[in-house]
T-cell receptor, first 114, second 112 residues
Framework: AQKITQTQPGMFVQEKEAVTLDCTYDTSDQSYGLFWYKQPSSGEMIFLIYQGSYDEQNATEGRYSLNFQKARKSANLVISASQLGDSAMYFCAMREGRYEKLTFGTGTRLTIIP | KAGVTQTPRYLIKTRGQQVTLSCSPISGHRSVSWYQQTPGQGLQFLFEYFSETQRNKGNFPGRFSGRQFSNSRSEMNVSTLELGDSALYLC???????????FGQGTRLTVV
């Protein structure tokens, strides 16, 4: 089974609208962390937001928030007021237990339309 | 605070050659992980080093190896290059907290 599933290969969103990128995960560990990264065409992976499995509140970082639903094993990224510069690939990733290894989803290509 | 630095940014090599990539983590970070990104396989974990010791290894052939120095800088080496090794190689730097993993800009390797 896939550990990280991103079901939206591509999305087109109008500028200034909010967008939700889906991510579901599969793990039997009690302790894990969920990450979202943005990868522009330059290739660099830019860290956006982190959610720990024991965190009771949803993580927020500026225009980014993570909608964490533990029972459903989902960790959707919400970008408010989208901007043209948000156009990029977005990856959801999970770190399990005490290991540093990240397991990535296949990504979602987000295109913001002016 | 300087970010993660990977060198070189671009490389073109011939089949059968070997290559060494370098990663300098964020100052104070002791863990460095390496990933390979290809259009077909996506992002795959290669290995992780902490305090000069390999702690975890992905499912790659022995041609892929790495090491970490006492200043936490890490190198990865690929010997006997194959066309399928063409990829973006990314390294990630982590501190003592588990809430962060910052990546460098990557090294784009092309094998011809």
């Amino acid at each position: 089974a896939q550990k990280i599933t991103q079901t939206q290969p591509g999305m087109f969103v109008q500028e200034k609208e909010a967008v939700t990128l889906d991510c579901t995960y599969d793990t039997s560990d009690q302790s894990y962390g969920l990450f979202w990264y943005k990868q522009p065409s330059s290739g660099e992976m830019i860290f956006l937001i982190y959610q720990g499995s024991y965190d009771e509140q949803n993580a927020t970082e500026g225009r980014y928030s993570l909608n964490f639903q533990k029972a459903r094993k989902s960790a959707n990224l919400v970008i408010s007021a989208s901007q043209l510069g948000d156009s990029a690939m977005y990856f959801c990733a999970m770190r399990e237990g005490r290991y540093e290894k990240l397991t990535f989803g296949t990504g979602t290509r987000l295109t913001i339309i002016p | 605070k300087a970010g993660v630095t990977q060198t070189p940014r671009y490389l073109i090599k011939t089949r059968g050659q070997q290559v060494t990539l370098s990663c300098s983590p964020i100052s104070g970070h002791r863990s460095v992980s390496w990933y390979q990104q290809t259009p077909g396989q996506g992002l795959q974990f290669l290995f992780e080093y902490f305090s000069e010791t390999q702690r975890n290894k992905g499912n790659f052939p022995g041609r892929f190896s790495g090491r970490q120095f006492s200043n936490s800088r890490s190198e990865m080496n690929v010997s006997t290059l194959e066309l399928g090794d063409s990829a973006l190689y990314l390294c990630a730097s982590s501190g003592t907290g588990i809430t962060e993993a910052f990546f460098g800009q990557g090294t784009r390797l092309t094998v011809v």
